[in-house]
């Protein structure tokens, strides 16, 4: 746990100068954009055309640019070089986009901001470059002094094996620039709500809990307009429905309780495609990839205990095409829409593939029954709880155990069930996190301090290392074998990645933890509509 202030890289720039920025929000610039000569109009439209960004908005860029001391000259015989202003408007569109980037990208708090622009008519911090509004005046209202307001969010991930709250800071150093995420407060609690199916008040302790760090965390006078927000995966969707309820229900009793906002919907169980384009969102925020013009982005791999999940951006329209349709979501960013490929496997966590493999999963008679598998070290017997269950599990003792058994024993869970994409074999780079990352740690494979990058080939040969010296590994886990070879088998038989296909194993983005919540808390402020 710890809150530490983000290395310039992560927080959003403004890419306008000041001046430029209050010219941006006033109504100059919609009597600028009245008076522009109609050739300027269809040069700017002719130069934007396929481009994937709104001339409009560039048009008020170009004019504020234009209007500048330098380009002044230039704007005066505004017929005499379409190439002239092609070039302009290729720069002005590399900065309409970052900053169009920043706008989609950061966030702020709507009643702050819909109280102080009730107060300050002549300013608009939508998500959107300059609004068309008509207007007789030249005048621009003078800019508050000193305007600076911090403000926060809080999302709980109510996960199959623990329970997180992450809390967000925003800073806004200035009504028309937009804020910048500050830093982020991390804790955790186990086992994870699904473990108190029976007796929900005491799951509930596990969200007052954490609501004190929150307390501890926010100043008091920003709790009442502070958003509380609690998101459930896979360990509520396997309960039955009025289990799941009850736990819901009592989440939103101890949120009600609390001096925090609870806005409607505040507690949820998330549908698997939003936890995948979310956490595509959060990765592809903190790495830097949703400013860059190229839209190059990276793939994420998330490995929960009952769910895992696949999203990235195809290049390639057959991958497209050749989907199932349900697993391409389409999210609304920056004046367009990315059409992704996605898909969460329920009962394909790295908790709930142990039980598959060894056969306990829905099972009955877990009193009395032992489930055994090649993947366990041989003396190996204990009792083990996962979602509220416990399984008497053990090694097979008088027989055989090793990579190669426990791969076949294991090929059962994956083959047939998990789709290869088509343009996984490709070379697009994954981010890989949550089980992905702590197996690679506890194997040695990566560092757990600095994360670091693999192929997928060397999980195959710690899988066979661990496997094939289980008592060396045992006192990390008895479940390491197992785990690192499902690992294996997911990636390669699973998705179909080939030996060769880069990971990217990372806990933290400049300090800020990998996971859905950040690019939730996006949602939250900020309807991305992903459809
Ligand atoms: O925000 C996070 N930071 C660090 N690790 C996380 C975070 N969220 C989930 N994890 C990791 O994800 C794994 C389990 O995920 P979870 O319990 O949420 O499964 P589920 O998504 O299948 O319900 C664990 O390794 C847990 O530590």
């Not at 017929?79 to 980037?101: D, R, V």
């Not at 009442?224 to 819901?248: C, D, F, S, Y």
């Not at 740690?441 to 060397?458: A, C, K, N, Q």
Request: charged share 20%.
């Amino acid at each position: 746990m710890g809150a530490k202030a983000l290395p310039n890289s992560t927080q959003v720039p403004s890419l306008l100068p000041s001046a430029l920025s209050v010219l941006l929000i006033s109504p100059l610039s919609t009597q600028i954009a009245n008076r522009t000569p109609p050739p300027l109009i269809s040069a700017l439209h002719h130069a934007s055309a396929g481009s994937h960004l709104q001339w409009q908005p560039l048009l008020h860029l170009y004019i504020l640019k234009s209007f500048s001391q330098q380009d002044r000259a230039r704007t005066a015989n505004t017929s005499s070089s379409i190439k002239t202003l092609e070039s302009l408007f290729q720069e002005t569109a590399s900065q309409a986009f970052s900053c169009l980037q920043c706008r989609q990208a950061t966030y702020y708090n709507h009643h702050m901001y819909n109280r102080y622009r009730a107060l300050n008519h002549h300013s608009n911090m939508d998500n959107q470059l300059p609004p068309e509004v008509p207007v007789a005046t030249e005048a621009v209202a003078p800019r508050p002094v000193n305007f600076s307001r911090t403000f926060y969010g809080i999302m709980f991930d109510a996960g199959s094996t623990g329970t997180r709250i992450h809390i967000y800071k925003f800073i806004q150093k200035d009504p028309v620039e937009l804020p910048v995420l500050d830093n982020e407060m991390y804790h955790a609690v186990k086992p994870g709500l699904s473990a108190y199916a029976d007796m929900p008040d005491v799951g509930g302790e596990s969200i007052r809990q954490l609501l004190k760090v929150a307390k501890k965390t926010i100043p008091k006078e920003q709790w009442i307009q502070t958003p509380v927000v609690l998101k459930a995966t896979a360990g509520l969707r396997l309960l039955p429905q009025e289990k799941a309820k009850a736990l819901l229900n009592e989440v939103k009793e101890i949120f009600d309780d609390s001096p925090f906002f609870v806005p409607n919907n505040s507690v949820t169980i998330m549908n698997g495609t939003n936890e995948g384009v979310l956490a595509w969102v959060t990765v592809n925020f903190l790495t830097g990839h949703l400013y860059a013009k190229t839209r190059k982005t990276v793939g994420i791999l998330d490995l929960g205990g009952g769910s895992t999940q696949i999203t990235f951006l195809p290049r390639l329209k057959k991958t497209v095409l050749t989907a199932p349709s349900d697993y391409i979501a389409k999210i609304n960013m920056f004046n367009s829409t990315f059409e992704l490929y996605t898909h969460s496997y329920l009962g394909n966590g790295l908790i709930a593939a142990r039980l598959a493999t060894l056969g306990a999963l829905g099972a009955d008679g877990l009193d009395w029954k032992v489930f055994r598998s090649s993947c366990l070290p041989k003396k190996f017997r204990e009792d083990w709880s996962f979602g509220g269950l416990t399984y008497k599990v053990s090694g097979i003792p008088d027989g055989f155990a090793g990579y190669k058994l426990c791969y076949q024993e294991i090929l059962q869970v994956v083959k047939g069930i998990v789709h290869q994409p088509f343009e996984v074999k490709g070379s697009s780079i994954f981010y890989a996190f949550s089980y992905y990352y702590d197996r690679a740690v506890e194997s040695g494979l990566i560092d757990g301090s600095r994360g670091g990058t693999v192929e997928v080939r060397d999980f195959k040969k710690r899988a066979k290392e661990v496997c094939n010296k289980m008592t060396k590994y045992r006192p990390i886990s008895p479940f390491l074998c197992m785990d690192m070879t499902y690992i294996t088998c997911l990636l390669k038989e699973g998705f179909g990645f080939k030996d060769s296909t880069v990971l990217q194993l990372t806990k933290k983005v400049n300090n800020v933890e990998t996971s859905w919540a950040l690019g939730a808390i996006f949602d939250h402020f900020h309807n991305l509509n992903i459809h």
